[in-house]
């Protein structure tokens, strides 16, 4: 019903979930008659764990496609141990820090989850994965082993629940271990492969990035979800300002100091986005590209419904299907990408308040975002205004203001200027008019300048005044 009522407020949706469902061919499509029974069993696996990632991981060039999917169900394995909390965790730490050791090992599978446990079918299954695993390129298989390492330990970390997310450096942390570290693992794979510029295995900032733009997106969004499972990754030293108690902040009477403090996660999220437009502007093999820039999109989207939206302390909210299948339509060339981070950037900034402490952080990351595109990509948002835009947001930036205020400011500056140049003409027309009334002839000047012939009578004038001066100076 919702579906159905969405559709009729947004009828190009309608369009493009037809245009997803019906006419949409993968840009690479697997071929499961020439793959082995492993391999089968393996994607038949991944579409049991994942539902988002699952279509663009398969539409993924051959090249890269086994080895995302192995890496895919492997921390996908790691997280289910992670998770199940009927293990104890005796038993569970030393699984997590041996993980990268264990999928090395010919037959080894995990049958400890409890019933319940989601995923616990990949772990039983996990000697096929194995399998699979051995068969990647060496390259491959070293990138997943260290990121299987980094990830475990950091699991292993997180297991202790006395530790909590407080400071910002926390929140990157965690952040860190469970998305940055894939954004990381992903371009060692793409730089490995030879479709991407080798630059990416060494870009682990700007991978980092991709994650945490992910990640923290999610944590926004998840509130709810999360809260009521009896945790939180909203960082201390931020919802302490605006409530007593994290879960205070779903209370009615709290609703604008809420709202405030989802502006404050939103700044922190909002940091990573032209670490990501630049990321996927360097991208150039088709497949890639796709994989990186669809969970992106996606992401801006979620972080423009979320921000300052009270509707986050009730329930999980969601862009519609029909956003999203646009979204996967579109999502294939850094214009579009870049379009839709500017028309979210601009709805957070229609949406952002002066009463907002967050306020100008929250104008100047807007700002930042619609900069870079018209740094990079001109045609987009190049008109005359955009740009007068986006250099009042920068100086803006630069001089600590508003941008209400530098324009302001910019107005005054121009009044001095105007009033500094009519002060020297009106001067120099006063001397003028003065030296006229005390005779100056600004017709002879005017002659002599020109080179024209001066009227008879006015050499005559000239002759006798010459003379005259002349006998007086005798
Ligand atoms: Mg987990």
Known sequence: MGLILDLILHPSEAQAIVQYK???EPLHAREPENECDTLRRCYELLDLTSRSFSAVIQELS??????????????????????????????KLPVLRNFHEYITQDGWTFKENGENEKDRQLCIEMDTVILEYKKLKPEYQAVIKDICKEMGEGMAYYSDETISVVTLKDLDKYCHYVAGLVGEGLSRLWAN???ENKKYGELMELSNSMGLFLQKTNIIRDYREDLDDGRTFWPKCIWSKYADDI?????????SAAI??????????LEHATDVLLYLSGLRNQSVFNFCAIPQVMAIASLSLVFRNPAVFQKNVKIRKGQACQMINGATNLQFVAEVFVKHARLIHQRNHPSDPNFLRISQLCGKIEQWVIDVIPPISATPKQVAWARAEERARHNGMTVEEQKQADKDMKIVIACVVAFWVGLGLLMAFVAWLLGARYDLAWAE???????VSTVVEKVVSSQSRSFEEL
Request: glycine letters at 4%; hydrophobic letters at 40%; one cysteine or more.
């Open 247 to 255: 879960s205070d902040l779903a209370k009615v009477e709290n609703q």
């Open 449 to 455: 300048l020109t080179g024209r012939d001066m009227p």
């Open 62 to 91: 051959p090249e890269l496609r086994d080895a995302v999917m192995i890496f895919y169900l492997v921390l996908r394995a790691l997280d289910t141990v992670e998770d199940d909390m009927t293990l104890p965790i005796e038993r």
């Open 193 to 195: 492969s030879g479709l």
């Open 22 to 24: 019906v006419w949409h």
């Open 260 to 269: 405030n403090c989802i502006s404050e996660m939103t700044c922190n999220a």
